[in-house]
């Protein structure tokens, strides 16, 4: 087998995607061991809500030159999670895609961090088999081709949680892991994933201790609850008339929604790199977005902007699921839904009730239905139901005969 790239060129300062766990507390220390470079560790802060404090002396501990946090919680709602819902993003019809709007946020900051600290490689803590190696290194490649990548799941003799285990033992590393693991999580504002473990078996139904961010819709109030969701452009600003900043206003109705049993999904799903994988998700706030903001289109977009609009959602999905948010093909479709939402603009009243939401209201100064048009009253001649026959008959010239064997 050919030398890999960082052996070949050994990299003299890599800045490694850290978080304190098994598994990058074993890379930062096996980076120094391997290539007897320097290690900057960086962290990323997306509403995980892991205690972060006390994790730049963890790093130095175990060979880091220094530990950089970035808080990008806002940034993370404002500049990735909105946009997704603004172009209806949903994958394979049912995942709301936390993990992957996650990704290309922290490779970007990555990138930045790598460049301020004087390094010339980066490092990622992804493995071989899923799709946030792609994420995270196409994104790498859009913003800084220039950078070394190296991720040691594919490059190393370690196979497994035992042996890391056993690294870490070896060079006295500070973790807190055991080697049985049910399954493993990923979380921020958007969402927690669960997978791998004992849900590698798509049909053993997930354990109710499991679950974070939600309440069985069995043990959710019997009590509904009635929120009003103020948009403007597309983006979420208000929940019953205050308004909120983007991280606030979702970690709000995370709270609201999970507590109703809202936003769990179990689904088998097609990874990007070949192969299906058993996912778990709990996106209560998400959820409820998505579903507001579908509302409020309704009634402020034009019919055929919504059905072409429409068109371009899976393949968007797709896109975001895949990595390619730095894409040129990217930047082209956020453009055409950006500006579909100029007058998605007004209040969309929820119904949130074990398990289930529902559109309860809408309204907005923007608005194109008309009670005039479509009353069953008298309608004062807005609209002539005469005109419908040979609009009807126009629309079935083609069919005339198609089904008579004529």
Same mark, same amino acid.
């Given at each position: 087998?050919?030398p ?60 880091a030159?220094?530990?950089?946090i970035?808080?990008?919680r ?26 992957a ?12 961090v ?23 290194e ?13 991720a040691?799941?594919r ?38 994933s ?9 049909? !053993?139904?997930? @354990? ?8 069985? $819709? +069995?043990?959710?109030p019997?009590? /509904? *609850?009635?929120l ?37 999904v ?19 706030g ?28 899976? !393949?968007?999905? @797709? ?8 894409a $040129? +093909?990217?930047?082209?479709?956020? /453009? *055409? ?34 009670e005039?048009?479509?009353t ?29 064997g004529?």
């Open positions: 087998m050919p890999s790239k960082s052996r070949s060129n050994p990299p003299k300062r890599v800045c490694l995607a850290y978080s304190g766990g098994l598994d990058t507390s074993v890379i930062l220390r096996w980076l120094i061991e391997e290539y007897g470079c320097e290690v900057v560790a960086y962290c990323a802060d997306v509403g995980q809500e892991e205690e972060l404090s006390g994790l730049p002396e963890k790093a130095r501990a175990t060979g030159e220094d530990c950089i970035r808080d990008l806002e940034e993370f709602v404002r500049d990735y999670v909105f946009p997704a819902i603004r172009g209806n993003a949903v994958y394979e019809g049912v995942y709301l895609l936390g993990t709007l996650a990704r290309p946020l922290i490779a970007k900051h990555h990138v930045e790598a460049r301020e600290t004087g390094c010339d490689a980066v490092a990622h803590g992804a493995t071989g088999k899923g799709n946030d190696q792609v994420r995270f196409l994104t790498f490649r859009a913003l800084a081709p220039d950078l070394q990548v190296i040691p799941w490059d190393w003799d370690l196979r497994s949680r035992t042996d890391c285990l056993a690294y870490a033992q070896k060079y006295e590393i500070p973790v807190t892991a055991s080697v049985k693991k049910p399954y493993s999580m990923d979380r921020n504002l958007l969402h927690i669960f997978e791998g473990g004992i849900l590698e078996d798509p049909w !053993r139904a997930p @354990e109710e201790d499991m679950f974070v961010l939600t309440r069985s $819709p +069995e043990d959710a019997d009590v /509904a *609850a009635e009003i969701i103020g948009f403007e452009h597309g983006d979420a600003v208000s929940i019953d008339g205050e308004e909120l900043s983007p991280a606030v206003l979702l970690h709000r109705l995370n709270q609201i929604a999970g507590s109703h049993g809202i936003g769990r179990d689904l088998v799903e097609n990874r990007f790199v070949g192969l299906k994988s058993r996912g778990v998700y709990e996106t209560p998400g959820t409820v977005l998505h579903a507001a903001h579908r509302a409020m289109e309704s009634i402020t977009l034009d019919r055929e902007v919504m059905h072409e609009k429409d068109k371009l959602s899976p !393949r968007f999905a @797709e896109l975001i699921y895949n990595g390619f948010w730095f $040129p +093909e990217m930047d082209f479709l956020r /453009a *055409a839904i950006d500006a579909s939402q100029e007058n998605v603009t007004g209040e969309v009243r929820v119904r949130l009730y074990k398990g289930g939401v529902q559109i309860t209201g809408r309204r907005s100064p923007f608005s194109l239905y008309s005039d048009l479509v069953f009253e008298e309608d004062e001649g807005v609209y002539d139901q005469a005109d419908a026959g040979g609009f009807i008959r126009l629309q079935g010239l083609r069919l005339s005969g198609t089904r008579s004529s």
